[in-house]
């Protein structure tokens, strides 16, 4: 590819064009001279000419605009952003402190070869730019974490992350479901071949990044096991460093770490990966709960169920049968003009009472809201019907000590159908009663993994 701008050629009379970084997806970046103050800068360019497709402009312009915003001692510092006309093109610039070092690719070329307690403190300073980068409002996601763009002084042991030309804007995507491939083939993760990235995408990349490093090969050319990368074959390292790695790799975003904090807390041994081997049930696909869940709260919002599920649908029917079948028998009795004996009152008011019962707990089971909500210090279970609140329950969080499903004596489909127990000190708190089994064992697993990370915590804390 032909280059843009050749050595010592000046860009708006200002930069002088020293050397050729790289050349990337969106536009080619220079190390240049800044004459005005005498640093090396990076350069990165694009022409509007030679651009073959809009969408890199906006990468380039998103790109500028996310590192204009961004202050971390390991992300080179924004500089400047403008633009040169000529009389056949139009060019745009990005000009960023030069990171010093190499990039880990250079370094293995040339004969590097860490070894894992290397490794493992090069994963903690990556994972300390991804928490800060997650953290921002929006969450800025890299989406292109590999050997080329992570800078290292192998002697100060400093980390840069560089490249932010495939960085997403995490409030444009989620409303439009932004559909471009953005990122590096054998580095991606497999949800970037359809479009989509959230920050467990960066927490794949950088696992395959650190297996470049451990078998100095392209993650693509390592053997697959079910669309998995399986490296253990090829590393030489502990056995709960490859556990945590795998953790990393896992195809599926939710059999990821949750976040990059998360990852960090297992690698530096603050948590235990135990807690995240099983796989945690994921969100079923339509649901309509709503769950808000961060570091120091988590919020589930349950609407109606009405007859959406298998369950209030069976017992809707039986409710209507056993109603039915009462009324039926009131206009027989009605229509004979035949006096009941006391035995027959007895046996018609039961009769009637459980089906009047029946049909109380089926309105207020199917028709009502419930919301829960816990955080580090209290809990509170909210229950109503038509938007009014008439059952609230509250205590302390730390007095909850299990999160269970638990079977209520019926079958369905040859499986006991449950309902979600909530048990404290003092009592027991039922809910969910007509959700589906996959919501049911989903908001399971969410309150358990909040309630064990809360407890993690505080142990760190007391420590």
Avoid at 137 to 148: C, E, F, G, L, M
Avoid at 324 to 332: A, E, K, N, P, V
Avoid at 408 to 434: D, E, H, P, W
Wanted: glycine content about 8%.
């Amino acid at each position: 590819m032909e280059l843009l701008h050749q050595p010592q050629e000046i860009i708006a009379q200002r930069y002088r064009i020293l050397d050729i970084l790289g050349q990337g997806g969106v536009g080619t970046t220079y190390e240049a001279e800044d004459l005005h103050t005498g640093q090396r800068v990076a350069l990165k360019a694009l022409s509007l000419r030679r651009m073959a497709d809009w969408k890199k402009m906006e990468l380039f312009e998103r790109e500028a605009r996310t590192l204009s915003q961004l202050n971390h001692p390991a992300i080179p510092r924004y500089k400047d952003y403008f633009q040169v006309d000529t009389d056949r093109d139009r060019n745009f610039y990005i000009a960023q402190q030069l990171a010093p070092g190499k990039t880990l690719a250079n370094l293995v070329e040339s004969g590097w070869h860490p070894d894992e307690a290397t490794v493992r403190k090069l994963a903690t300073h990556i994972l300390e730019i991804l928490i800060y980068l997650h953290s921002l409002t929006p969450p800025v996601i890299h989406r292109d974490i590999k050997p080329q763009n992570i800078l290292m002084q192998p002697e100060e042991g400093r980390v840069f992350l560089v490249d932010f030309g495939a960085v997403q804007d995490t409030y444009h995507h989620t409303v439009t479901g932004g559909s471009t491939v953005v990122g590096t083939y054998g580095y991606m993760a497999p949800e970037q071949f359809r479009g989509q990235a959230v920050p467990a995408t960066d927490l794949y990349g950088l696992g395959t990044t650190l297996l470049f490093l451990l078998t100095r090969n392209s993650p693509a050319d390592l053997p697959q096991r079910q669309i998995k990368i399986d490296f253990r074959s090829r590393v030489r390292v502990s056995k709960e460093f490859a556990g945590w790695l795998d953790k990393l790799l896992e195809p599926v975003i939710e059999d990821r770490f949750p976040s990059a904090e998360e990852a960090l807390a297992v690698l530096s041994g603050k948590r235990s990966l135990a807690n995240f081997s099983a796989l945690k049930p994921r969100k079923p696909k339509h649901t309509p709960i709503r769950l808000t869940h961060t570091e120091k709260q988590l919020a589930i919002e349950i609407p109606p169920v009405w007859l959406r599920s298998e369950h209030s649908r069976l017992f809707a029917l039986i409710t209507l049968i056993w109603n039915g079948f009462f009324l039926l028998m009131l206009w027989i009795i009605a229509a004979s003009g035949s006096a009941l004996t006391p035995l027959g009152w007895v046996f018609f008011s039961v009769f009637g009472g459980v089906g009047l019962w029946a049909l109380g707990v089926f309105f207020l089971s199917a028709a009502s809201r419930t919301r829960l909500e816990i955080d580090r210090e209290n809990f509170r279970m909210q229950r109503g019907v038509l938007r009014i609140w008439n059952q609230k329950k509250a205590g302390n969080a730390e007095d909850i000590f299990q999160i269970k499903l638990s079977g209520i004596g019926v079958q369905m489909n040859k499986k006991t159908i449950a309902v979600c127990v909530l048990r404290s000190r003092l009592r027991k708190y039922r809910f969910g009663s007509f959700l589906t089994e996959g919501e049911k064992e989903w908001l399971v697993g969410e309150i358990r993994d909040f309630l064990t990370n809360r407890r993690d915590a505080e142990g760190a804390e007391g420590s």
